[in-house]
């Protein structure tokens, strides 16, 4: 039995993972703001606690909450975040730098929190929740998407620093999942290209990701809280997990198409 903290638990991939991981018999802590959302997560075991990712005296008391209750943290499952989609020019600087708050910055002053704990222990997981979204970008997603390949350099950097004190680390790329994070970076979208030079372009971009994100061409996020559980219980971590709809063939592509052919394929799908 590991001793697990998931953050972004109340809802979609965190939510479901938190389950299958209590379900497999670790103690799961599941943090989130929306505690009453976190509630249904006792009945399969999973122990709700609050956490602010931006605030960084939240992030210590809840490692503290569990270092008191437990006396170690085994795996550290980084899964909060959000996507905000427009255009560059349409998107305020404050809003860019909350996609970086949530993405990484809180992430990452939750990890150092955890990191001497885990060195004391001489063993431990962090498993970063990216997206196949860190390795190339769509139309109208360049903030969400800095976020991503940040982490990605950010989890690269990571791995090789904390390998020799025993702990591993992996980030989980998921392709096209069936969840409300399409349907809401669609919202974001067309509501801040309202009135201005993109909304056209923009419009027809968010009502395509709303038609994607509502059919049935998108992976069941069951895949995901399998992947992340089998990274989890395997006696090696991989360094990624590139898994879900559309993440293999676009990574792919993405690697040996010209950039200018991507860039028009990706404006043509979008």
């Known amino acids: 039995m590991a001793i697990i903290l998931i953050t972004g638990a109340s809802s979609?991939?965190?939510y479901q993972t938190a389950e299958l991981l209590a379900q497999n018999g670790h103690k799961v802590y599941g943090a989130a703001r929306r505690m009453d959302k976190l509630e249904k997560l006792k009945s399969v075991g999973v122990?709700?606690?609050?956490?602010?990712?931006?605030n960084e005296e939240s992030c210590r008391k809840l490692v503290d909450t569990i270092i008191d209750n437990e006396g170690q943290i085994d795996i550290l499952i980084n899964n909060a975040g959000y996507g905000s989609y427009g255009a560059i020019e349409d998107v305020p600087l404050e809003e860019a730098k909350r996609q970086f708050e949530v993405n990484l910055f809180g992430l990452?002053?939750?990890?150092?929190?955890?990191?001497?704990?885990?060195?004391?222990q001489k063993a431990g997981r962090i498993i970063n929740i990216s997206s196949m979204g860190g390795r190339f970008t769509t139309y109208f997603g360049a903030w969400y998407h800095a976020t991503k390949y940040a982490l990605e350099?950010?989890?690269?950097?990571?791995?090789?620093?904390?390998?020799?004190?025993g702990i591993d680390v992996s980030?989980?790329?998921p392709g096209g999942i069936k969840t409300n994070w399409g349907l809401i970076a669609a919202d974001h979208l067309a509501e801040s290209a309202k009135g201005g030079t993109y909304e056209e372009?923009?419009?027809?971009?968010?009502?395509?990701?709303r038609k994607q994100y509502s059919g049935n061409m998108m992976s069941d996020p069951k895949i995901i809280s399998k992947t992340i559980s089998k990274a989890v219980s395997s006696k090696r971590m991989r360094a990624r997990y590139l898994i879900?709809?559309?993440?293999?063939?676009?990574?792919?592509?993405?690697?040996?198409l010209p950039t200018r052919i991507?860039?028009?394929?990706?404006?043509?799908?979008?």
Do not use: C, N, Q
């Not at 950010?154 to 390998?163: H, I, N, P, T």
């Not at 991507?262 to 979008?270: K, V």
């Open 47 to 54: 122990e709700p606690i609050y956490l602010d990712i931006t």
């Open 201 to 209: 372009a923009a419009l027809k971009t968010a009502t395509s990701m």
């Open 108 to 120: 990452a002053a939750l990890t150092k929190l955890v990191l001497p704990h885990m060195r004391h």
């Open 12 to 14: 979609g991939i965190g």
């Open 171 to 173: 980030l989980i790329e």
């Open 153 to 165: 350099a950010f989890s690269d950097a990571l791995r090789m620093e904390v390998k020799p004190f």
């Open 262 to 270: 991507f860039d028009w394929l990706i404006m043509r799908a979008s």
């Open 244 to 256: 879900g709809f559309g993440a293999k063939p676009l990574v792919f592509l993405h690697t040996i």
